[in-house]
Nanobody, 121 residues
Framework: QVQVVESGGGLVQPGGSLRLSCAAS????????MRWYRQAPGKQRELVAF???????NYADSAKGRFTISRDNAKNTVYLQMNSLKPEDTAVYYC???????????????WGQGTQVTVSS
């Protein structure tokens, strides 16, 4: 009953910007951590950034200074603003959310299907 859906990917020129969104919906009582991962062809999936329910965020070195993660707790949505994009940022970007589907249960991790980001001239 829980869905995690990403949007906002696309083709952008080097130096450009994109804003990714990820919305969690369904039976949700609370969300703890919301994360963005990415996976480039032939490479392992890597953590790009995360943000906690209290607003604490952290970034991979490759994202620092260029990407900004934020969340809207009322909408169960996390965003990733990506500026100064480089060809090496090309990847499928995945959203990962730790949430509770009912009070008194443990946090469970859910993944979205991913959204393609391509940085090319």
């Amino acid at each position: 009953q829980v869905q995690v859906v990403e949007s906002g990917g696309g083709l952008v020129q080097p130096g450009g910007s994109l804003r990714l969104s990820c919305a969690a919906s369904g039976s949700i009582t609370s969300i703890y951590i919301m994360r963005w991962y990415r996976q480039a062809p032939g490479k392992q999936r890597e953590l790009v950034a995360f943000i906690t329910s209290g607003g604490t965020s952290n970034y991979a070195d490759s994202a620092k200074g260029r990407f900004t993660i934020s969340r809207d707790n009322a909408k169960n949505t996390v965003y990733l603003q990506m500026n100064s994009l480089k060809p090496e940022d090309t990847a499928v970007y995945y959203c990962n959310v730790d949430l509770k589907a009912a009070a008194g249960t443990a946090y469970v991790s859910y993944w979205g299907q991913g959204t393609q980001v391509t940085v090319s001239s």
